[in-house]
T-cell receptor
Framework: NAGVMQNPRHLVRRRGQEARLRCSPM?????VYWYRQLPEEGLKFMVY????????ESGMPKERFSAEFPKEGPSILRIQQVVRGDSAAYFC??????????????FGPGTRLTVL | GDSVTQMEGPVTLSEEAFLTINCTYT??????LFWYVQYPGEGLQLLLK?????DKGSNKGFEATYRKETTSFHLEKGSVQVSDSAVYFC??????????FGRGTSLIVHP
């Protein structure tokens, strides 16, 4: 049973380019969460999606960032016109239900974005 | 709002030493408490959890007891190994889909 898959594992972009990060949840999981981890900091929630719906994007910057989870295929986190401050590790997690107190979120290995 | 405070790292120990990583929390009601571990270059993995006061979570030799009176959930291990070197995150959840994470504590174990 494959875990949460993320690709690419490492992504290098120049300022102004676009970054696309992909996440395939665990089989049977329909709830996907994206987090950002800056160096020496904990995880910060960005967005919560179910299939074809954004449920909560309160942690995602209003400009340049977008996320989707289509009916078919992986969830995508898209960052347009990247800036150096976007350099971070981006983690995707998935779960069977949205109650994190009883239902574990399983994390992917992350995508480490470096903006030159 | 909810918050989790962990001791600052890095924590540096010799192999077979006793480990304690302190974690205290602020939250209303009765949250569930978690410890996650992040090995170098990997994502977070759930290490253990406790869902009510006085519960003890345990896994791989690690233990933590949910102390409501001191709002704490300290992580302990009797004898650490080099392979335990990682970053450890304390977290809480009150039924929402967004756990509240601490900043993480880096553990370095020397042979």
């Amino acid at each position: 049973n494959a875990g949460v898959m993320q690709n690419p594992r490492h992504l290098v972009r120049r300022r102004g380019q676009e970054a696309r990060l992909r996440c395939s949840p665990m089989k049977g999981h329909s709830h996907v969460y994206w987090y950002r981890q800056l160096p020496e900091e904990g995880l910060k929630f960005m967005v919560y999606l179910q299939k074809e719906n954004i449920i909560d994007e309160s942690g995602m910057p209003k400009e340049r960032f977008s996320a989707e989870f289509p009916k078919e295929g992986p969830s995508i986190l898209r960052i347009q016109q990247v800036v150096r401050g976007d350099s971070a590790a981006y983690f995707c997690a998935s779960s069977q239900s949205p109650d994190s107190s009883t239902d574990t979120q399983y994390f992917g290995p992350g995508t480490r974005l470096t903006v030159l | 709002g909810d918050s989790v405070t962990q001791m600052e790292g890095p924590v540096t120990l010799s192999e077979e030493a006793f480990l304690t990583i302190n974690c205290t929390y602020t939250a209303t009601g009765y949250p569930s408490l978690f410890w996650y571990v992040q090995y170098p270059g990997e994502g977070l993995q759930l290490l253990l959890k406790a869902t009510k006061a006085d519960d003890k979570g345990s896994n791989k030799g690690f233990e933590a007891t949910y102390r409501k009176e001191t709002t704490s959930f300290h992580l302990e291990k009797g004898s650490v190994q080099v392979s335990d070197s990682a970053v450890y995150f304390c977290a809480l959840s009150r039924g929402s889909y967004i756990p509240t994470f601490g900043r993480g504590t880096s553990l370095i174990v020397h042979p």
